[in-house]
């Protein structure tokens, strides 16, 4: 009897929970935290297709206020007399983007030398970390009359936030920040993680103006066929003039588009993640929207492709096949509950010129992406800065107009400090 009765408590259990389960249909379990989501309420991960993190250039501001594509030098000696048929405002043309993910790092030593010391694949999953492995498709308009990636992820939508300031949202997972660290400022211990690169990984990056020997190229996006429009990620993975035995020891420069931290912006790092549960802003960002600029080279057929692509802003392109290594890339980590605003006064409203703002003990102004970055207007701001000491920098496209900042035109520094939080400071810097 006691067995019986035993039994007959079990099976009511079993059926308790069972029936629990089966009143939850799919619908209503979507509902429900995932692990997915329980890892990730911490981070926010943003990309920026843009050299400002704050309020960039209109389409209609670039190219000194015109909104012309900047033109690379023709003719002999350089770029291949070009083909400018009906050539679009930058604010017209379209844009496509596949971004198969976004990793960051914390193994200092592996990632030296642009990450030539990454062999195989067994070192890059001991070197990277995962955060965000889902591709995602921008566009600026959509590429098909029909569904595609881009319209079924709202890529539209995100195009528009990648090129505005305010960042492309993209699903990522919570790094680990279950580490003990050292500081440089104070050499003392610190719950947290630092990280020291981050790596955007395009498949495709796609500018909708192309022409080989004055006809439309034909491409594919998507697996869509695309008119008029060029894959410029293989133009933009190795510098002009990189030869065929050096690109067998090269990373190529789009995959990943690298961020490396330089000691300079270690000693105050803005990419240390802390233990904890306060959220934060994880921002990726290149410099594309501002320096976008048409080139052309010779094929193997003795045509000449025009197509649009990046300023040769470091790395001077003649025609040659590849244009890379003009491509920037910088990350930081936001603390908005206790991050400051910044405003600056001074700006004199020139498409020219910009607020970059860096820490105190960076160096190089030029060859880096600022930390944060602002046109020169009037009531200029920044949005978001962590505490610490900083550099304001006045910087000007003057050199070689582009639409990269290469001249150092005056600077001062100012302090946000610990406390009180999410204050708005001001500055003065006249620029120009």
């Known amino acids: 009897m006691k067995s019986l009765l035993f039994s007959v408590i079990i099976f009511i259990n079993l059926t308790f929970f069972i029936d629990c389960k089966t009143k939850l249909d799919l619908g209503d379990e979507s509902k429900l935290p995932v692990i997915s989501t329980l890892f990730n309420n911490r981070m926010l991960l943003l990309l920026k297709g843009t050299y400002a993190t704050d309020n960039p250039l209109d389409w209609s501001e670039l190219g000194n206020g015109t909104g012309d594509l900047y033109v690379d030098a023709q003719g002999e000696g350089v770029d291949p007399t070009m083909t400018l048929v009906n050539q679009p405002k930058v604010g017209n043309m379209p844009i496509f983007l596949d971004i198969g993910e976004v990793r960051i790092s914390s193994k200092f030593e592996k990632g030296y030398n642009e990450l030539t010391q990454i062999r195989d694949t067994v070192d890059s999953n001991k070197f990277w970390d995962y955060i965000a492995p ?108 990189t030869t065929s035995s050096q690109k067998s020891s090269i990373v190529p420069k789009m995959f990943p588009a690298l961020y490396s931290q330089l000691p300079t912006q270690a000693i105050r790092s803005d990419m240390m993640i802390r233990d904890g549960f306060d959220p934060y802003i994880l921002e990726v960002r290149i410099n594309l929207k501002e320096n976008l600029m048409l080139h052309s080279y010779l094929t193997s057929r003795g045509t000449t492709v025009t197509y649009v692509g990046v300023s040769d802003i470091f790395f001077d392109h003649k025609g040659e096949g590849d244009a890379g290594g003009n491509i920037l890339t910088r990350a930081r980590v936001i603390y908005p509950e206790t991050a400051s605003s910044l405003t600056i006064s001074g700006g004199g409203n020139s498409f020219l010129h910009y607020y970059g703002i860096f820490r105190f003990h960076e160096n190089e102004f030029i060859n880096v992406l600022p930390l944060a970055a602002t046109p020169a207007k009037q009531g200029a701001k920044i949005k978001y800065l962590n505490p610490g000491t900083y550099r304001a920098v006045c910087l000007g496209d003057l050199t070689k107009q582009d639409g990269y900042p290469d001249t150092v035109v005056r600077e001062t520094t100012f302090t946000i400090p610990e406390y009180p939080f999410r204050e708005t400071y001001n500055i003065d810097l006249t620029c120009p």
Not at 164 to 177: C, L, R, T, V, Y
Not at 188 to 195: L, T
Not at 205 to 210: M, P, S
């Open 134 to 241: 889902n591709r995602q498709v921008f566009c600026t308009v959509t590429y098909s009359f029909d569904n595609n990636t881009c319209t079924e992820s709202n890529g539209v939508m995100k195009a528009y936030d990648f090129f505005n300031g305010i960042g492309a949202q993209f699903p990522s997972n919570d790094p680990s920040s279950e580490t003990v660290s050292w500081t440089f400022s104070t050499g003392q211990p610190w719950m947290g993680r630092e990280y020291y690169y981050a790596g955007i990984y395009f498949r495709s990056l796609v500018t909708g103006y192309a022409l080989d020997a004055g006809v439309p190229v034909s491409g594919r996006f998507d697996n869509r066929p695309i008119i008029n429009a060029l894959n410029i990620v293989p133009r933009n993975n190795y510098a002009a003039g």
